[in-house]
């Protein structure tokens, strides 16, 4: 009994501090405590929840007949809208506070929400190696059951909760790009139902035109109900070396070469300063030597990028065999590094034992529980961008991100774009090589101003033929906008299924211009 009445003390002690400070107050000067005491606890809860049901539903085999079901109602809840006259745009009745993207869309309140639940894995396909599955499946679902029986995604993105549907209609990256590409290149199919309640699959061969011009358009063309998508063979560990690279120059040579290697399965890199990284190369195995197994996704284990780090101080090359799910979920119980911002004692060893097993919070209760002010303050004095520009402008593009904006660490990842159509392909006819440059935390440039300092780093992705993420908060006018995605296909495809009158054009959605 005597836990749980120093538990009811603390709480009440906590109430009566909350009341006395004000709620803001505690949720923007001490958001450690809300965090730890209420968010950590509710973040595990969901996720028992998530991964308990995803399993249930493909072990009864109850996902493929419901699933039909559910798109018959997603049509009907179209049809239904155009018989009462299209008055406004459409949109999943998804809340704005559940995806991972830190902006919530106002479009949410004046939209007609049409209710999308689908988010079971529907089949795995060994034999076609394909595993199709609904668009609110997360990457922590796909890689408990894919590596349950051996099998992966060619690209797996970082964060368990970045769903299916996100990364089509957006974008997703892993280490292992510069092989695959980004995550629609693995991508075979799609199901959507369109405008008119129709249901349609597109395929590279049929209804090519929609097949590509989905990625990047944020649901502004269809509604996903399904993806096929390649799986390949697993093998139980990573066998990952780190390089400590000092020098701009020979960090971006050193990258530009092992990111060229095929034998490399995952290349990443970690910037520290601008001429401090740990260039990390990995392949899958199923050998280990059990000395150097390093299960660096326990909970009581140091955050990835902090023991990244550790062989820059030291100045020593590494070699680790990491189990293949850690790796994938790497930087996920510290969000990258943003959690440090959040919990600034995340990472002390006796937090980490103690509670490092409700790590991470989810993004999504983050993003629920923050409020105006916090919101407000975040867009001003944090950034949180990944820019994609080619490979041979790396150093240039290091350089511009140190001028504008000085965040630090910054993440590295290199991907192959091919030569297809859509709103994102290379300058010329063949693929290129090109680096994810993820910059996520405080701005340390003096005077830092988001919209001004985002708009001259936006202005440099442009002039190199460069692109931003769109989950992120883009400056960029109209034309600007255009400048930087090839829209051609896009705007011939609303018009030619009826989109103009049933959902927001891409720059409308995401862009603050014209949110604002």
Same mark, same amino acid.
């Given at each position: 009994?005597?836990?749980?009445?120093?538990?009811?003390?603390?709480?009440?002690?906590?109430?009566?501090?909350?009341?006395?400070?004000? =709620?803001?107050?505690?949720?923007?000067?001490?958001?450690?405590?809300?965090?730890?005491?209420?968010?950590?606890?509710?973040?595990?809860?969901?996720?028992?929840?998530?991964?308990?049901?995803?399993?249930?539903?493909?072990?009864?085999?109850?996902?493929?007949?419901?699933?039909?079901?559910?798109?018959?109602?997603?049509?009907?809840?179209?049809?239904?809208?155009?018989?009462?006259?299209?008055?406004?745009?459409?949109?999943?009745?998804?809340?704005?506070?559940?995806?991972?993207? =830190?902006?919530?869309?106002?479009?949410?309140?004046?939209?007609?929400?049409?209710?999308?639940?689908?988010?079971?894995?529907?089949?795995?396909?060994?034999?076609?190696?394909?595993?199709?599955?609904?668009?609110?499946?997360?990457?922590?679902?796909?890689?408990?059951?894919?590596?349950?029986?051996?099998?992966?995604?060619?690209?797996?993105?970082?964060?368990?909760?970045?769903?299916?549907?996100?990364?089509?209609?957006?974008?997703?990256?892993?280490?292992?790009?510069?092989?695959?590409?980004?995550?629609?290149?693995?991508?075979?199919?799609?199901?959507?139902?369109?405008?008119?309640?129709?249901?349609?699959?597109?395929?590279?061969?049929?209804?090519?035109?929609?097949?590509?011009?989905?990625?990047?358009?944020?649901?502004?063309?269809?509604?996903?109900?399904?993806?096929?998508?390649?799986?390949?063979?697993?093998?139980?560990?990573?066998?990952?070396?780190?390089?400590?690279?000092?020098?701009?120059?020979?960090?971006?040579?050193? *990258?530009?070469?092992?990111?060229? !290697?095929?034998?490399?399965?995952?290349?990443?890199?970690?910037?520290?300063?601008?001429?401090?990284?740990?260039?990390?190369?990995?392949?899958?195995?199923?050998?280990?030597?059990?000395?150097?197994?390093?299960?660096?996704?326990?909970?009581?284990?140091?955050?990835?990028?902090?023991?990244?780090?550790?062989?820059?101080?030291?100045? !020593?090359?590494?070699?680790?065999?990491?189990?293949?799910?850690?790796?994938?979920?790497?930087?996920?119980?510290?969000?990258?590094?943003?959690?440090?911002?959040?919990?600034?004692?995340?990472?002390?060893?006796?937090?980490?034992?103690?509670?490092?097993?409700?790590?991470?919070?989810?993004?999504?209760? =983050?993003?629920?529980?923050?409020?105006?002010?916090?919101?407000?303050?975040?867009?001003?004095?944090?950034?949180?961008?990944?820019?994609?520009?080619?490979?041979?402008?790396?150093?240039?593009?290091?350089?511009?991100?140190?001028?504008?904006?000085?965040?630090?660490?910054?993440?590295?990842?290199? *991907?192959?774009?091919?030569?297809?159509?859509?709103?994102?392909?290379?300058?010329?006819?063949?693929?290129?090589?090109?680096?994810?440059?993820?910059?996520?935390?405080?701005? !340390?440039?003096?005077?830092?101003?988001?919209?001004?300092?985002?708009?001259?780093?936006?202005?440099?992705?442009?002039?190199?033929?460069?692109?931003?993420?769109?989950?992120?908060?883009?400056?960029?006018?109209?034309?600007?906008?255009?400048?930087? *995605?090839?829209?051609?296909?896009?705007?011939?495809?609303?018009?030619?299924?009826?989109?103009?009158?049933?959902?927001?054009?891409?720059?409308?959605?995401?862009?603050?211009?014209?949110?604002?």
């Amino acid at each position: 009994m005597e836990p749980a009445v120093s538990l009811a003390v603390c709480a009440l002690l906590f109430l009566l501090w909350v009341r006395v400070k004000g =709620l803001e107050f505690v949720l923007i000067h001490q958001r450690w405590v809300f965090v730890c005491l209420f968010l950590l606890p509710l973040s595990l809860i969901f996720d028992i929840y998530y991964y308990v049901r995803a399993w249930v539903v493909f072990k009864l085999n109850s996902a493929p007949r419901l699933h039909e079901q559910r798109v018959r109602d997603i049509q009907k809840q179209v049809r239904e809208w155009k018989e009462q006259g299209s008055k406004t745009f459409m949109c999943t009745g998804r809340p704005g506070w559940l995806t991972v993207s =830190l902006r919530v869309g106002k479009y949410k309140k004046t939209h007609k929400n049409i209710m999308i639940n689908l988010m079971d894995i529907l089949e795995v396909d060994t034999k076609k190696q394909i595993v199709r599955v609904e668009p609110l499946v997360s990457m922590g679902q796909v890689t408990a059951l894919l590596n349950s029986i051996g099998w992966t995604l060619p690209v797996l993105p970082e964060l368990d909760d970045l769903t299916v549907g996100g990364l089509i209609m957006g974008t997703g990256i892993e280490s292992s790009s510069h092989k695959y590409g980004l995550f629609q290149h693995i991508c075979t199919a799609y199901e959507l139902v369109l405008a008119d309640g129709s249901f349609v699959r597109c395929t590279p061969s049929e209804n090519s035109d929609l097949f590509y011009a989905v990625p990047w358009s944020c649901g502004t063309l269809g509604f996903l109900v399904a993806a096929e998508i390649r799986i390949i063979p697993a093998k139980k560990y990573v066998k990952l070396r780190f390089q400590p690279v000092r020098g701009l120059e020979t960090i971006c040579e050193k *990258f530009t070469h092992e990111s060229q !290697r095929p034998e490399n399965h995952f290349v990443e890199g970690l910037l520290y300063s601008l001429d401090e990284a740990v260039i990390m190369t990995g392949v899958m195995t199923d050998d280990v030597e059990p000395s150097k197994l390093n299960s660096i996704g326990n909970y009581y284990k140091p955050w990835f990028f902090k023991h990244v780090e550790n062989y820059l101080k030291t100045n !020593r090359e590494g070699l680790e065999y990491i189990p293949l799910r850690h790796y994938y979920h790497r930087h996920t119980r510290s969000i990258f590094w943003e959690l440090q911002d959040i919990i600034p004692f995340g990472n002390n060893p006796i937090f980490r034992y103690l509670f490092g097993w409700m790590v991470p919070p989810k993004i999504s209760l =983050l993003k629920l529980t923050q409020g105006e002010t916090l919101r407000k303050l975040y867009e001003q004095h944090h950034v949180v961008q990944d820019m994609l520009v080619p490979m041979k402008c790396l150093s240039q593009a290091l350089h511009t991100f140190q001028n504008d904006i000085h965040v630090y660490p910054i993440w590295l990842c290199p *991907f192959i774009l091919p030569s297809q159509p859509g709103l994102v392909h290379p300058k010329g006819d063949e693929a290129e090589l090109y680096v994810d440059i993820g910059a996520y935390g405080e701005p !340390r440039v003096k005077h830092f101003e988001a919209r001004s300092c985002m708009r001259q780093l936006e202005k440099f992705v442009r002039s190199v033929h460069g692109f931003q993420m769109l989950y992120a908060d883009c400056y960029m006018n109209r034309e600007e906008f255009w400048e930087m *995605f090839d829209g051609s296909l896009y705007h011939k495809l609303r018009k030619q299924l009826g989109c103009q009158d049933a959902f927001p054009e891409v720059y409308d959605k995401i862009c603050k211009a014209a949110r604002h």
